[in-house]
């Protein structure tokens, strides 16, 4: 086990918790985070780009002229593919498949080189709690600027979901909040910095180590 301390929401030390050393303090592999951020941008890509066939292409469906004769060179639609407004020969397709299959422990166990991550670079905060009574901005950022993480990017993660504190950081970019079993890897590291309740800890075991 792990000791980390948790703060109040002035920035004051108020005890300490213990952390899993099967979360918290496991070998860093990147190749493996990477290979789960790769799949969650694939799984989370939409096909957009597609080129119409032959089969697609409105018209042509007389013979531009017939099959002898003519000096030319024979044809069956001015919709074929060398035909200027035809259809296209391998182009793009909106059937195409992006999906990358991964395995959920490899996910799971991804998500635990982040949070070990975060935790030896000190960019991981554990607070007693984090409820909000209203939803005003400006009482978060108090928040982060009693914890010293006021102008950094930060995730925020409490064991529920909390509207007020979700409506409290939406309009500010560089913050976000998330329950702790909808953590991922992507997230976590596009924000620098991880905030944890002590709640949100004990649901991170109860939910990915079960």
């Known amino acids: 086990m792990i000791k980390e301390k948790i703060y109040n929401l002035e920035g004051k030390e108020v005890g300490e918790i213990e952390l899993d050393s099967k979360i918290f303090d496991i070998k860093i592999r990147p190749s493996v985070i990477q ?3 790769e799949a969650y941008l694939a799984n989370r890509r939409s096909t957009i780009s597609h080129a119409k066939t032959i089969s697609e292409v409105r018209g042509g469906g007389k013979k531009p002229w017939k099959q002898k004769g003519t000096g030319r060179a024979r044809q069956g639609s001015i919709r074929s593919n060398q035909w ?17 299959k991964i395995n959920q422990k490899v996910k799971t ?3 635990f080189m982040v949070l070990t991550d975060k935790l030896q670079n000190q960019r991981l905060k554990i607070v007693e709690s984090l409820d909000m009574t209203d939803k005003k901005t ?23 979901k909390d509207d007020n504190l979700k409506d409290s950081t939406k309009n500010l970019k ?23 309740t002590k709640e949100a800890v004990n649901k991170i075991s109860k939910h990915f180590l079960k």
């Open 84 to 100: 200027k407004g035809g259809g296209v020969v391998f182009g793009p397709s909106k059937d195409q498949n992006f999906e990358k």
């Open 109 to 111: 166990k991804a998500l």
């Open 138 to 160: 400006k009482n978060i950022l108090s928040i982060l600027k009693n914890l010293e993480l006021n102008d950094k990017k930060i995730l925020i993660s409490k064991d529920i």
């Open 35 to 37: 290979q789960v951020v």
């Open 174 to 196: 560089i913050i976000k909040f998330l329950p702790a079993d909808s953590l991922n890897v992507y997230t976590m590291l596009k924000y620098e910095y991880l905030i944890l």
